[in-house]
């Protein structure tokens, strides 16, 4: 609805959209029209979901990672 995340095959996410309630995990608000690199994920990530105002990421090791609106 506001955002977008894509996986590549190296395990890097990009992410653009409204930075409304953070959740294009750049650290801030504002939004970014042209996807671009969510450097602190490191290209660790095995598979991705957003929904609404928040986005998650499962890593390589097992563990979950998420940002954004945690409103409920």
């Known amino acids: 609805k506001e955002h977008l995340l ?7 996410v ?3 959209g409204n ?3 953070g959740a294009l995990g750049f650290g801030d608000l504002e939004p970014c029209p042209q996807p671009s690199p969510i450097e602190s994920l490191d290209r660790s990530v095995r598979d991705i ?3 609404g105002g ?3 990421a499962l ?3 097992g563990s979950v990672m998420s940002w954004g609106w945690n409103h409920d």
């Open 6 to 12: 894509v996986l590549l095959a190296d395990g890097q």
């Open 14 to 16: 990009f992410s653009w």
């Open 19 to 21: 930075g409304l309630h």
């Open 49 to 51: 979901a957003t929904c």
């Open 54 to 56: 928040h986005s998650l």
């Open 59 to 61: 890593l390589n090791e």
